[in-house]
């Protein structure tokens, strides 16, 4: 069970998660599917995602000093700054930045989000599990990993805000359909990455079944696996029948999108523990 500090770093970490990809995802679908009405649910979840950075760097420094006094402590900060966790804080700050920036700079700017997005991105790759394998096609995997469930993310709630109108039903359709041509790559990516990472990670069918690690491994597998199987009836089914001009398909869809979000908050929340208080296997 974890103690104060534990539990506060793993919420944290859960705003992190959601606060920077959800960010990075939606000015991603933004650009790639030609979605409008998305900057302010950009300008919030990035304004999420520097909260929980500035946060979680505070927090770390509280647990070196076992006091609340470490999140204010500059001795204890300044050190942070000079390990991986501190890079991984610059990176986000810049990235996030210059997310909100760009913004407000019409195309260009929706460049610069995207660059911007990547960069937060790539904070991760810089601590925790990943980096302590010390391999730069790890790293290559996990920022691969992470762009595709960005992707997938940040197209939902744009996708359900248009599946809720009679008025923008055509425009749901075509972004679905469009979007199922990218999982169709995107999905067999994360598929396959996320089983070398978890390979990687825990490294025999033994820890994967006998440590905890392992066993909230399997947790979020499965939830990914039921995860996947919403995507499946949006792109075989309700979508399809979308385009031919079911208006029930419309109210089908966002019920699934809901039930995605649900999930996919319960898979963030998973790895947040994951990468927080449990210990890789030995």
Same mark, same amino acid.
């Given at each position: ?18 606060? $920077? ?39 770390? &420094? ?39 920036? &760009? ?159 649900? $999930? ?19």
């Amino acid at each position: 069970m974890p103690d104060l500090f534990g539990l506060a770093a793993i919420i944290t970490k859960f705003l992190l998660y959601l606060g $920077v990809i959800t960010a990075t995802g939606t000015v991603i679908a933004a650009l790639v599917f030609k979605l409008d009405r998305t900057r302010g649910l950009a300008v919030i979840f990035a304004a999420l995602g520097l909260f929980a950075t500035i946060l979680s760097f505070s927090l770390r &420094g509280a647990n070196l000093t076992g006091d609340l006094s470490g999140m204010t402590d500059p001795i204890m900060l300044n050190l942070l700054w000079s390990t991986p966790v501190g890079t991984a804080l610059a990176l986000r700050l810049v990235g996030l930045s210059l997310l909100l920036v &760009g913004l407000f700079l019409g195309h260009i700017g929706a460049l610069a989000s995207v660059l911007g997005g990547l960069i937060a991105l790539f904070s991760f790759t810089q601590i925790g599990h990943i980096s302590d394998s010390k391999a730069a096609f790890m790293e290559v995997t996990l920022m691969l990993h992470l762009v595709a469930i960005a992707l997938w993310i940040g197209v939902l709630t744009p996708l359900n805000r248009l599946a809720s109108s009679s008025k923008t039903h055509v425009s749901a359709a075509d972004v679905g359909h469009q979007f199922g041509l990218v999982a169709s790559f995107t999905v067999p990516l994360l598929i396959v990455v996320g089983t070398y990472m978890g390979y990687q990670l825990v490294g025999s069918f033994n820890a994967l079944v006998e440590t905890s690690y392992g066993q909230a491994l399997i947790i979020k597998v499965l939830m990914v696996g039921g995860l996947l199987g919403l995507a499946a009836a949006n792109k075989l089914r309700f979508i399809p029948a979308l385009r031919l001009g079911d208006p029930i398909a419309a109210s089908h869809l966002s019920k699934s999108i809901y039930l995605e979000w649900f $999930v996919i908050l319960t898979i963030l929340g998973t790895t947040a523990v994951l990468t927080t208080n449990l210990t890789l296997p030995k």
